[in-house]
């Protein structure tokens, strides 16, 4: 089991994404900042303990929102795994 430790200098968890390293993150701030960081670009090392800091905030800034970001080789696997041929949907269909 994973735990975060949340305290004064880590502030409050503001989303746990699942990830494949092929994913990248995307954040925005409440005022407006958005970025968007590949996965493997963040350390695994800290991960566990207070965290890894993958975003510089201004003085009063906070991060509102977390939104993974798949990337377009898994997007593509899903949608064509998910596509199937019209004969097949329907048995109606001769």
Do not use: H, W, Y
Request: net charge negative; proline share 3%.
């Amino acid at each position: 089991m994973i735990t975060f430790n949340c305290t004064d200098k880590t502030g409050i968890c503001v989303a746990l994404k699942e990830v494949i390293l092929e994913d990248e993150l995307m954040l925005i701030t409440r005022k407006g900042v958005l970025i968007r960081v590949p996965v493997k670009g963040i350390s695994v090392i800290g991960r566990n303990t207070q965290g890894v800091r993958v975003m510089n905030l201004d003085s009063g800034d906070t991060v509102v929102d977390v939104a993974r970001v798949v990337s377009e080789d898994d997007d593509e696997l899903e949608d064509a795994e998910g596509e199937s041929s019209p004969a097949l949907a329907d048995p109606e269909i001769s």
